[in-house]
């Protein structure tokens, strides 16, 4: 991974297949994942990126796809959760990769969030987070504890990986991320031949920039930190701008089609 210096990122391009991470991206990020505010801008901007794209935008997340769906109702888009164990594709078809985790290393999630009350343990498809916002100091403890128990049962790790992400250490299936989500998008008509643009803030999301940027698309981060993307943006207060903007000029190449 590569730190760049810090460039704007050109205007979204007509013909881009558009993949958004949520947290920390679209929304600011909040003490706790159900307390995260969507701004009044968010569902009327997709919405208008979406028709512009002919429904090549993707929503590609840690979060379920139940938690997106809420938080953008009643905007329905494509979209990846749980870091792509669930993905609803163009036509709204939803694929499914479950897998039940390791127990004891859910039960050594439990059993520190029962411990420390600052921890918030959130249970996943296919996986958990587990949240050390309200307390950055238990961090470590929280990542030498799980990848202890994950080091437990012999083969259990070539199945199942420890994600650092912003004070959260998540437990994920190796078989799915936000990268094969993002393969398997592309291979839609939706979202074929376009250029792919991925924007996220963490490092949970440099696969998704490396496999759009791998096949001659662009990355965009959010924020500080190391990473892979050719572009940067500020804060989500940029992103709103960047997709403020792109919205209006989708609108009006769509008006001009009405009008042709």
């Not at 997106?68 to 792509?84: E, M, N, R, S, Y």
């Not at 296919?126 to 049962?153: I, M, V």
């Not at 998008?185 to 759009?212: S, W």
Request: proline share 6%; hydrophobic share 45%; net charge neutral.
């Amino acid at each position: 991974m590569r730190l760049i210096a810090s460039r704007h990122p050109p205007r979204l391009p007509l013909s881009a297949g558009l993949f958004l991470d949520f947290d920390g991206t679209l929304v600011p990020l909040a003490q706790r994942p159900q307390d995260v505010l969507v701004g009044s801008w968010l569902v009327p901007t997709l919405e208008a990126i979406g028709r512009g794209l002919d429904g090549a935008l993707a929503i590609v997340s840690g979060r379920p796809l139940r938690g997106i769906d809420a938080f953008l109702h009643p905007l329905v888009l494509a979209a990846a959760g749980a870091h792509g164990v669930e993905r609803r594709d163009a036509n709204g078809r939803i694929e499914l990769h479950r897998s039940a985790p390791p127990a004891h290393v859910v039960a050594c999630a439990g059993q520190l969030a029962a411990r420390h009350a600052d921890l918030i343990l959130e249970l996943k498809p296919s996986g958990l987070a587990l949240h050390f916002r309200l307390r950055p100091a238990l961090g470590a403890l929280c990542r030498e504890a799980l990848a202890a128990a994950l080091a437990e049962a012999p083969g259990v790790a070539l199945e199942w990986e420890l994600l650092d992400g912003h004070c959260v250490c998540e437990l994920k299936q190796r078989a799915v991320s936000k990268a094969s989500a993002v393969r398997a998008y592309l291979a839609e008509p939706a979202f074929a031949r376009r250029l792919p643009v991925f924007v996220g803030d963490d490092v949970t999301d440099e696969d998704g920039i490396q496999a759009v940027q791998a096949v001659g698309g662009f990355g965009i981060r959010v924020g500080p930190g190391q990473t892979q993307a050719r572009y940067r943006l500020d804060d989500t207060h940029a992103v709103a701008s960047w997709l403020i903007e792109a919205a209006a000029d989708k609108t009006s190449l769509r008006n001009e089609r009405h009008e042709a």
